[in-house]
Nanobody, 122 residues
């Protein structure tokens, strides 16, 4: 079982910055990949960025050049640094974690945080 707790959202002006963090906790799990997705009203959830255990990143086109994902494996944390934010970045951002878990046998499972609001407006 894995629980994800997000922090760092809020309201910011266009051109501003926010930093989102997510901490994974639980027992009998090994993280394979962590990342961020987002969902705006009336839209499907979409990729923001992910990073696997080798440090390989996957960014959405809308994130490239503005967002940076990083991980601290020692504390099971993933961070998303968002710069030059735009109104179209407004969405609920969800922490994502793919992990091997014992349920009761070891298997790959995808976990989601509760979501954290990011609003970009004047």
């Amino acid at each position: 079982q894995v629980q994800l707790v997000e922090s760092g959202g809020g309201l910011v002006q266009p051109g501003g910055s926010l930093r989102l963090s997510c901490v994974a906790s639980g027992s009998d799990f090994t993280i394979v990949l962590m990342g961020w997705y987002r969902q705006a009203p009336r839209k499907q959830r979409e990729l923001v960025a992910t990073m696997d255990n080798a440090g390989v990143t996957n960014y959405a086109d809308s994130s490239k050049g503005r967002f940076t994902i990083s991980r601290d494996n020692a504390v099971n944390t993933v961070t998303l640094q968002m710069n030059n934010l735009k109104p179209e970045d407004t969405a609920v951002y969800y922490c994502q974690c793919a992990a091997a878990v014992r349920a009761p046998r070891w298997s790959m499972t995808n976990y989601w945080g509760q979501g954290i609001q990011v609003k970009v407006a004047s």
